[in-house]
């Protein structure tokens, strides 16, 4: 059953949560989902709703005009609409380890996710053979210094040919340029295996094992222009002890990073999440 | 600054949030906590609202009798009303075990709990020295098969006499009688030292021992007349392995037990916790 | 390089260590792994023993011989040896969902585990396209109460023919029979879905939603006689709210499951897991 | 019953551990607890080791001159020799902040831990009471910039009367002179709120809130001339989410450091921590 969903923030105000509950069942919605937050330092009011279609007034490809017309504009509001009758097309970025990787396509093929993947972009050919497991399209472009804006110019021209809405990076060992990341602001998720902010960039589980850390972890994010710093979405941890050698570190890590990286992928196939400033909204 | 707080639960329909915001708004409150939630299987609409009364337009003692007509007798609504300047009132029963007592006055003494707790009861002198340490009165009942229904009464004439709105089982090694559990409903707070429903009743932790778990735990609930079995308001566990004995697991577990019994008394002192049926709603 | 394993348990005595690891080192054997347990309430001495053989003086197939000869008859040793360069011979067992299965196939292949998987074994046709993917021979006995003696006859056959050394049953839901259970010993390991011994059996995730607990479990176990009784390997657990509905609980439960159970069958084959009496050693 | 601890590294091989338990063995000791392990990237051997006196043939006051005559020169170790009827004592200094201060004092006074708390010292007069409550003497000595070096020194020379052990620093908001650093290596344990290496120095919680983490962290670590730097003992760490304000970290995180504190302080005095380079190996 085809629903909406509605993210949005503004200033907040006495009686938003009145005004914008009955646009809705005003107009014969039915909520299905509300959630709200005030960030009361920022004064800032968050919120996501979801409502039935079937017998709704307003045609959905006229609901975000009317939203505009009549609540955005008059409360400074920033907000995305989404239709559950629309799947997210989502591209996977890998280089040569797999845990991420068959940790996502185990679950899409399972159709535990409201969600296309219509390719899989690398650096490496390494995990082809994983592609082809699952049928999945499975593109290389082996980017050099020399060739990197080239290699990212037919990277987009591919995502676009693919209606790409978002990208996720399950260990993709590359640093995506400026112009990709402004081309899927808050669209692109990584993983970085370290409980940012510690140890952020290279070899995070060395420089663990390296600092005798009790605990490692890892982070799932989206990216901006500053390495391993934008907005995170979920993190977890599990505890080490000194038996454990940096391989052992590696090894218990990938559980870490698979399971916090699905989970934010599947917050953001939800749209649960509100990026703002460099902080998440998570909502459950 | 004095803020109404309203719990209450009624059949999910459409357009409560609207109206019941509404009733806050219109008379001028500002409200500074909105949480709602709909268990769509059972059909229930829970909510938390919270919001100042400076200029509220109906005075705080008219607010409940106001409420009722104008919206709780219409949606068949259950609902509780509180006010931030009224403390609730705390009596915590003990026996021999002195960790949940500490970590309960160390908070109330530090002024982190909007809470008076007037008395100590318990079934055994033990622990007299430490209510002394923090000057709070220490009443011995000790209860036997023959003399439980009359030491129970003048346990309640007590609790009655000091207007105690909700006990604190800090490890009390009694079963408390069906009539003090019906004179304050989900106004007992226990903790079992187990992570329920498993290893109900005594001697958890030797069960754990014998059954060879991995994990330990602690559950704090509302007591309610079947043993073990009310309501759950918190619950958490911790690693253990083969090298622990019975000894080690009571040493691990007393510090999951203290916490978890703290988070319980937390919320249920700042009125975030809505017991239906037998299950908590625990907003945050 | 080839490295031996032994595993043994003994009445506890003084001297034990020292005996044992000069057994190793006046033999020319390198360590590389030692670790001991002494259950003192029990008077149980465990130790897991490593050592590189390319110099060991006693021939890898005269060492079992040899050491019952010289320790275990005197001192009542259980033990078990183990060569690392015999891989160990696992058999999956199926139903139809397949998170286990997966993540258990993922590691596999990305080559994680010292293990060989000659084939799988389901109930259902549901995941012969998975299996396939893998290229991992698939074999479908569709039990019936009728049938059952007689399938897992030819069960027990079809493993006699691979070689199977153990049994991983990856969200299999057909209970095993005596005769399967007694022909492998602490060699058929179980997730159940559940931290046992809560909600044992059926729809535990329904029972746990019934219940109103805070947290989910699921626990990985040898498979005994007794239905979710047998010695605990490893558990687990993740917070869940009152939001969350059965379904959220099978969702969030699925990635405890892959987990734990995987954790365990990496234990196994790294020969880490001294199962007595109903619980297990679990060496680090 | 008074038993000998022995606590030792050096550099590995074979044979160490034979040598090392017949010394016990062969002198009428019996092993209570034995634990080695071997960090095989430094080529260190660790080891402790707990026997029974009652029968040993070389005196207490002995044991540790022969132990360097006979293994400790042999082996370049570096070895460490407690009794078990020898409490350690323990100097608590403390600041404004009560949680970890009552947490200690606490268990201390339940009887829990093995040790004598003969004082307490602070920069302030404001937990004066908390420790009057608890009959322990508490000196104030307030510390400024001009007077640190001085104050430091009489602090010293308290120590010194009162035959101090080690040192916990339970929240204490003064940086620890070179000096007294080098008066007690590593026998001072600080607890840091939040988890290192993210977060070093003044208001973590204020980092963690404006980096928007999902989890914050506490630390427990011996105290080096390197801020926040030293050998951490142990870490948790608890869940946040975007409703959570700076105020509400603090709150969640005093839970956390409390335990995360007294757990490091309870394996240090029962000995149980070895600290190498900057790491530290904890046996359990």
């Known amino acids: 059953m085809n629903t909406a969903i ?36 920022e004064g800032i009011f968050f919120m996501r709703m979801e409502w039935t279609l079937d017998r709704f007034l307003i045609a959905p490809e006229k609901i975000s005009e009317y939203f505009m017309t009549l609540y955005a504009q008059k409360h400074q509001m920033e907000f995305k609409l989404f239709f559950t009758d629309r799947k ?43 592609a082809e497991r699952f049928g999945i399209p499975f593109h290389v472009f082996e980017i050099t210094k020399e060739n990197k804006a080239e290699m990212e110019a037919r990277e987009m021209q591919l995502l676009k040919e693919n209606d790409i809405d978002f990208i996720v990076l399950a260990r993709y060992m ?37 600092r005798g850390v009790k605990l490692i972890g890892a982070t799932s994010h989206y990216v901006t222009a500053d390495l391993d710093a934008g907005p995170i979405i979920d993190q977890d941890v599990t505890r080490i002890t000194h038996k454990d050698t940096v391989e052992d570190l590696v090894t218990k890590g990938k559980d870490l990073e698979k399971i916090v990286l699905s989970h934010a992928v599947q917050k953001h196939i939800e749209h649960k999440i509100l990026a703002f400033k460099n902080k998440t909204v998570i909502f459950n």
């Open 88 to 130: 997210p097309r989502m591209a996977l970025f890998v280089s040569k380890l797999s845990h991420c990787l068959y940790d996502i396509l185990a679950r899409y093929t399972a159709g535990e996710w409201n969600v296309e993947i219509p390719l899989i972009i690398s650096n490496h050919e390494m995990l082809r053979p994983a």
């Open 174 to 210: 590359q640093i995506i340029s400026e112009d990709m990341i402004a081309a899927y602001p808050n669209n692109i998720i990584n993983i970085h295996h370290s409980f940012l902010p510690a140890f952020v960039g290279a070899k995070p589980y060395h420089a663990a094992y390296a």
């Open 6 to 41: 509605l993210l949005l923030s503004c200033p907040d105000k006495p009686g938003l949560v009145a005004e914008l509950t009955n646009f809705i069942t005003y107009n014969n919605g039915n909520i299905t989902y509300l959630d709200q937050y005030v960030d009361h330092t």
